[in-house]
T-cell receptor, first 115, second 111 residues
Framework: GAGVSQTPSNKVTEKGKYVELRCDPI?????LYWYRQSLGQGPEFLIY????????DSGLPNDRFFAVRPEGSVSTLKIQRTERGDSAVYLC?????????????FGQGTRLTVV | SQQGEEDPQALSIQEGENATMNCSYK?????LQWYRQNSGRGLVHLIL?????REKHSGRLRVTLDTSKKSSSLLITASRAADTASYFC???????????FGTGTRLKVLA
């Protein structure tokens, strides 16, 4: 596609439920990033994929959060036993090579609300 | 954790004036990028400056980088109402592939 696509654009879930957020990167981009942004804050790094593997998952806040990218393209961010504090906009970005002087293109994000 | 700090946190100017935003960071970087965000959703990439560069231009945008002071500035000349948005700097750190964002500057351009 022309840009990074994220679905759904909005998700409301009840506390304790499981959610999956999807990211379709730009075709051919090997690097994929997930960020989380709370109101009034800058995006906070969660995880970085190079191809199929998670090269850096140091930003995942706890073991309720998990992300996969099985074929090196589409990625899914999975959150188990959601908590109200998980409410945020989850942003996905992709880049041609990953870090090192390559620009990252962001999707429009998924706004997750845990009630 | 967020490495960068933008200054000011909020800026309000008249259309036609120039807007300057600053970003300070803490560790060595490979590059620094500036992004614009409207309505708290997708980020639009504006410009990337490498650590061995001191200044870059793109249209009405001018970015400077001073690695000795660990700071960067974004200048928007002849601002327009459509420039109203939040602006973030993001640093690419040496030895890692992740980008660390600052806290952002909320710019409001009054028509």
């Amino acid at each position: 596609g022309a840009g990074v696509s994220q679905t759904p654009s909005n998700k409301v879930t009840e506390k304790g439920k499981y959610v999956e957020l999807r990211c379709d990167p730009i075709s051919g981009h090997t690097a994929l990033y997930w960020y989380r942004q709370s109101l009034g804050q800058g995006p906070e790094f969660l995880i970085y994929f190079q191809g199929t593997g998670a090269a850096d998952d140091s930003g995942l806040p706890n073991d309720r959060f998990f992300a996969v990218r099985p074929e090196g393209s589409v990625s899914t961010l999975k959150i188990q036993r959601t908590e109200r504090g998980d409410s945020a906009v989850y942003l996905c970005a992709s880049s041609l090579a990953g870090g090192m002087n390559t620009e990252a293109f962001f999707g429009q994000g998924t706004r997750l609300t845990v009630v | 954790s967020q490495q960068g700090e933008e200054d000011p946190q909020a800026l309000s100017i008249q259309e036609g004036e120039n807007a300057t935003m600053n970003c300070s960071y803490k560790t060595s970087i490979n590059n620094l990028q500036w992004y614009r965000q409207n309505s708290g959703r997708g980020l639009v990439h504006l410009i990337l400056i490498r650590s061995n560069e001191r200044e870059k231009h793109s249209g009405r945008l001018r970015v400077t980088l001073d690695t000795s002071k660990k700071s960067s500035s974004l200048l928007i000349t002849a601002s327009r109402a459509a420039d109203t948005a939040s602006y973030f700097c993001a640093t690419g750190r040496s030895g890692t592939y992740k980008y660390i964002f600052g806290t952002g500057t909320r710019l409001k351009v009054l028509a």
